[in-house]
């Protein structure tokens, strides 16, 4: 079991950066996700980052705006250039050894942050 705590959200206007931050404590992740939920809305993969190959992956929404990056075990998320729809609950995921699938499936990850609320508005 790791726990995963999470900083960094808030409100900013359109075009706006926010930086996401998740440490993990308990287990050092091979894989470590952000998911976001808005409201009414399918939680979303955003972007992963695997620790052995440094791999990175976004959601076709983000590529070029946003960057994952990790520092030991905690991962940060780069947000530039924000829109509204961008607005959303984002969680912070982690797996041990995995994921054993897609990295942007909820269903692969055991272990969840508490959530930081992410708002894009005028």
């Known amino acids: 079991q790791v726990v995963l705590v999470e900083s960094g959200g808030g409100s900013v206007q359109p075009g706006g950066s926010l930086r996401l931050s998740c440490a993990a404590s308990?287990?050092?992740?091979?894989?470590m996700v952000w998911f976001r939920q808005a409201p009414g809305k399918e939680r979303e993969g955003v972007a992963a980052i695997f620790a052995r190959s440094g791999s990175t992956y976004y959601a076709d929404s983000v590529k070029g705006r946003f960057t994952i990056s990790r520092e030991g075990d905690t991962v940060y998320l780069a947000m530039n250039n924000l829109r509204p729809e961008d607005t959303a609950m984002y969680y912070c995921?982690?797996?041990?050894?995995?994921?054993?699938?897609?990295?942007?499936?909820?269903?692969?990850?055991?272990?969840w942050g508490q959530g930081t609320q992410v708002t894009v508005s005028d």
């Open positions: 995921a982690a797996s041990e050894y995995g994921p054993f699938g897609q990295w942007n499936l909820p269903m692969m990850y055991d272990d």
């Open positions: 308990g287990y050092s992740p091979h894989c």
